[in-house]
């Protein structure tokens, strides 16, 4: 047993000692940032300034005297910044400390081939978020403001865009762009922002340091108008089929649409709201088509002919909404199997009742209250529907006055309608 264990214990050292070996090589390549500044400061002699809080491991330094060079190298992969000034070492977060000075704060004069020349050279500003630059930022200008000439252009066409605003909030100063997209505008020396707008371009804004007098050239962008959508809708397949004239047609839809005596939908009042139709009289349902007689209008309910198509001395007409399909009114050009009449023509098709399941529908109003059935006989083949309606009318005439000799009157009416539907095949029904 003895042996047996030891050759366990063999094999199991012999799998693991390259991982072991490997990570004792990597915790040798690698060394903490705070070790290796030290490595330095001693080595160099120099002192190491730094903003690093946390510590973090780097590559270890392959000689074992590391300098700055062997710092910078470390630090290469990282966002810190190595920077050496005499025996002075700065560590910083992305970014390098200048060790120069300008000329002007060394006390150097400027000599007369670097004075600014006369040529002041144009700043091309295309970005809202940047800050441009105007003078010579080592001689100011002494006045407290200068002028801005500048050229605005379309960034796509390098059209000169007229009529373009500039605005400058503190203090208040605005300006506009002439025909050929120019502009001059007297702003304070230092920082200033200008707004910038105008029709059909997109609103921005140009940041500048001003120095002294310039000039810039600024592109604009053009900004799109779009209109909401506009949806047509037209009976299309009828306007490319029919060539009939002077037909009007109204949907169910519209009949609910339209304004309503004491909760009654009245289809011939609507046609009274077409050019060229008038109403008989006040209270009545007749109506005269461009001069002509009252009977000489056609009134049809499914090819039937209707001759009195009024209830209640003309208050109501006599066709229940809820079982009228479509109308259509001929008032010109009226087909010739709609003979005897001269005037117009109304046909009125009323609903075929569903032949799914049985549906129903009620109303109570002011004056009457009506019912619909859908009922399904044969499914996918027959179906009834029955609508009926009535009146409580009665009061209206209590509440006249006794001299009108109406009060004690009666009036009323009432109306039953049907449709049966039977389809035969596909190309023949009866109705």
């Known amino acids: 047993m003895t042996v047996y264990k030891i050759r366990y214990i063999a094999v199991i050292l012999f799998i693991?000692?390259?991982?072991?070996?490997?990570a004792q090589q990597q915790n040798t390549d690698s060394i903490s940032i705070f070790e290796l500044m030290d490595a330095v400061e001693k080595n160099t002699s120099c002192h190491i300034y730094t903003t690093i809080a946390t510590p973090f491991k780097v590559k270890r330094s392959e000689t074992s005297k590391p300098t700055a060079e062997s710092l910078r190298q470390a630090l290469a992969?990282?966002?810190?910044?190595?920077?050496?000034?005499?025996?002075?070492?700065?560590?910083?977060?992305?970014?390098?400390?200048?060790?120069?000075?300008?000329p002007v704060l060394k006390g150097e004069q400027i000599q007369d081939s670097e004075q600014v020349s006369s040529f002041i050279p144009i700043v091309k500003s295309s970005s809202e978020n940047k800050v441009y630059e105007i003078g010579n930022r080592y001689k100011p200008s002494s006045e407290a403001t200068v002028i801005l000439n500048g050229k605005i252009t379309d960034f796509k066409t390098g059209q000169e865009l007229e009529g373009?605003?500039?605005?400058?909030?503190?203090?208040?100063?605005?300006?506009?762009?002439?025909?050929?997209?120019?502009?001059?505008?007297?702003l304070p020396v230092g920082y200033n922002t200008i707004e910038i707008n105008g029709l059909n371009i997109k609103e921005t804004r140009r940041q500048f340091m001003l120095y002294g007098e310039g000039n810039t050239h600024i592109e604009l962008e053009e900004e799109d108008h779009l209109l909401d959508e506009v949806i047509i809708v037209s009976g299309r397949v009828q306007n490319v089929r029919s060539t009939q004239l002077g037909m009007e047609k109204f949907q169910p839809s519209l009949l609910k649409n339209i304004p309503t005596a004491m909760g009654e939908v009245d289809v011939l009042k609507m046609l009274q709201t077409l050019p060229g139709i008038k109403t008989v009289g006040e209270a009545s349902s007749g109506y005269n088509v461009r001069g002509s007689a009252a009977d000489q209008n056609l009134l049809l309910l499914n090819n039937g002919t209707i001759y009195n198509p009024n209830h209640l001395f003309g208050f109501f007409t006599a066709f229940n909404s809820?079982?009228?399909?479509d109308a259509e009114l001929y008032k010109s050009s009226i087909p010739s199997q709609y003979g005897g009449r001269i005037a117009s023509v109304l046909n009125i098709t009323s609903k075929e009742a569903s032949k799914e399941k049985f549906t129903g529908s009620a109303g109570i109003g002011l004056v009457t209250s009506k019912l619909n059935l859908?009922?399904?006989?044969?499914?996918?083949?027959?179906?009834?529907?029955l609508s009926g309606r009535t009146t409580y009318s009665d009061w209206m005439m209590k509440v006249l006055p006794e001299k009108s000799g109406y009060r004690d009157g009666k009036a009323g009416f009432y109306d039953l309608g049907g449709v049966f539907s039977h389809t035969l095949n596909e190309r023949n029904k009866l109705i």
């Open 374 to 385: 859908e009922i399904p006989i044969i499914k996918e083949k027959t179906s009834l529907l």
């Open 164 to 186: 373009i605003n500039i605005v400058h909030r503190e203090p208040w100063v605005a300006t506009a762009t002439d025909r050929q997209g120019n502009f001059s505008i007297q």
């Open 77 to 102: 992969a990282t966002r810190y910044k190595v920077t050496v000034y005499a025996d002075q070492i700065f560590v910083l977060p992305e970014t390098f400390l200048s060790t120069t000075l300008t």
């Open 16 to 22: 693991i000692s390259p991982f072991v070996a490997l």
């Open 322 to 325: 809820d079982m009228i399909k």
